[in-house]
C-alpha cells in the first residue's frame, strides 16, 4: 500500500476544526504521539501510563497554534540559550528544523543525524516552496517521522520528490 498520497493529503488539508486548529497540525501531533507512545512501550519497563490520546494532541496542537500565533505585543520575549546534547554511547540523534525567509515566503526544512560523538552521519534538506513558518517546521517533523521509518536518504528521497 502506498502511504504517500494518504500523507500528502493530510499534511496539505487546509480544513480546520470549529475551534480553528488546523487538520494538518493535528496530523503531526497525532503522528508524533503514535511514535512516541509506540517506543514508550516497546523500550520501557513502565506500565501502561493512564492518560486521555484526544486531549493530549488537542492540547499540543492548540499550544502549538498559541505560540505560533503570537505577537511580541501579546508575550514577553524570554531569550533561551540552546546547546546541542549528545545521545548515549553508540546511539544517534536526528535533529531537525524548518524555516521560512519573511521577505518571499520561501520555506525549507531539514536534519541532521549526529552520534554520541557529535560526528555527522547524514543530513537531508527539502525547499517546500512558499508558505508559512508552520508548516516548514510540520514538515520538517514529518521528514523526522519518515526518515525513522526509512532508515536511509535514498527512502526519504524517493518519498519526497514528486513523481
Excluded at 503570537?70 to 545521545?87: G, H, I, R, Y
Excluded at 552520534?115 to 516552496?129: C, M, T
Excluded at 517521522?145 to 518519498?159: K, P, W, Y
Aim: proline share 3%; aromatic share 12%; hydrophobic share 40%.
Amino acid at each position: 500500500m502506498d502511504i504517500h498520497p494518504w500523507l500528502c493529503s493530510n499534511l496539505l488539508s487546509k480544513a480546520n476544526r470549529t475551534d480553528g486548529i488546523q487538520w494538518f497540525i493535528i496530523f503531526v501531533f497525532t503522528c508524533w504521539f503514535f511514535w512516541k507512545w509506540r517506543n514508550r512501550h516497546i523500550f520501557s519497563l513502565l506500565g501502561n501510563s493512564n492518560y486521555d490520546p484526544v486531549k493530549t494532541v488537542l492540547t499540543a496542537a492548540r499550544r502549538w497554534m498559541q505560540a505560533a500565533c503570537a505577537t511580541s505585543k501579546e508575550s514577553e520575549k524570554v531569550q533561551v540559550f540552546l546547546a546541542w546534547e549528545p545521545p548515549g554511547n553508540g546511539q544517534f540523534k536526528f535533529n531537525v528544523d524548518g524555516s521560512r525567509r519573511s521577505s518571499s515566503g520561501c520555506i525549507g526544512a531539514g536534519g541532521v543525524i549526529r552520534n554520541s560523538r557529535g560526528d555527522w552521519a547524514s543530513s537531508f534538506s527539502v525547499n517546500l516552496g512558499k508558505g508559512q513558518i508552520l508548516e516548514a517546521e510540520v514538515w520538517g517533523l514529518f521528514c523526522r517521522q519518515l526518515s525513522s521509518l526509512c532508515r536511509n536518504q535514498t527512502c526519504l528521497a524517493t518519498i519526497l520528490l514528486p513523481h
